[in-house]
């Protein structure tokens, strides 16, 4: 079935450099985008999302890009601080179905 | 955005027994919830959608007689896990959608420990 997954599942950076992460999805029907934050024990967090029809959208630190052609989406984070420190999910949504969740990867900050 | 709110928030029970879980919209009115399950280094599966007044919507693989749900109000949906097992053990999570469709909201999870 379709689904969403990631490329790498963990990543190490060092305290201060930028970090990226990401995730290829197949459901070309997919309209809504989504990366979380999940710290261990915790529910996952909203970092942010963008929409289908949009390439490129920018947060605090963060920046979304998706790529429709080749179905990739990815999670950059500058100057990558210590509580960075999670396990980063990517979630696909189309229209008022449910999300769908890819596999997950854990980001370790190095000080 | 909502507040979603989980009790417990970690739970340990002998194989057999049931174990129920609350999942709260602390601020926002839900017609609908959705339950997650995610094991140890693993990604968030969801189990079912919970409809209130009416039966919940249960992904295929879960048994719907085993994981009940009950959604009595636009605040309140529980998930109870019937005859646990040990392979039952894992981190329960429930989610309330925002007001725009594409929102979704998460309470802070519970540990499900069955020995």
């Known amino acids: 079935g379709e689904s969403v997954g990631l490329h790498l599942p963990t990543l190490s950076v060092q305290e201060g450099d930028n970090s990226i992460i990401n995730c290829a999805y197949s459901n070309s029907a997919s309209d809504y985008f989504i990366w979380y934050k999940q710290e261990s024990g915790k529910g996952p967090q909203f970092i942010i999302d963008?929409?289908?029809?949009?390439d490129k959208r920018q947060g605090q630190r963060v920046t979304v890009l998706l790529n429709k052609t080749v179905k990739h989406l990815s999670l950059q984070i500058a100057a990558t601080q210590p509580g960075d420190s999670a396990v980063y999910f990517c979630?696909?949504?189309?229209?008022?179905?449910?999300?769908?969740f890819g596999a997950g990867t854990r980001l370790t900050v190095k000080p | 955005g909502a507040v979603v709110s989980q009790h417990p928030s970690w739970v340990i029970c002998k194989s057999g027994t049931s174990v129920k879980i609350e999942c709260r919209s602390l601020d926002f009115q839900a017609t609908t919830m959705f339950w997650y399950r995610q094991f140890p280094k693993q990604s968030l599966m969801l189990m079912a959608t919970s409809n209130e007044g009416s039966k919940a919507t249960y992904e295929q693989g879960v048994e719907k007689d085993k994981f009940l749900i009950n959604h009595a109000s636009l605040t309140l949906s529980t998930l109870t896990v019937t005859s646990a097992h040990p392979e039952d053990s894992s981190f329960y999570i429930c989610?309330?959608?925002?007001?725009?469709?594409?929102?979704?909201?998460f309470g802070p999870g519970t540990r499900l420990t069955v020995t």
């Open positions: 979630a696909e949504k189309k229209g008022n179905n449910d999300m769908r």
């Open positions: 963008i929409r289908s029809n949009m």
């Open positions: 989610s309330v959608p925002g007001q725009g469709s594409y929102e979704q909201y």
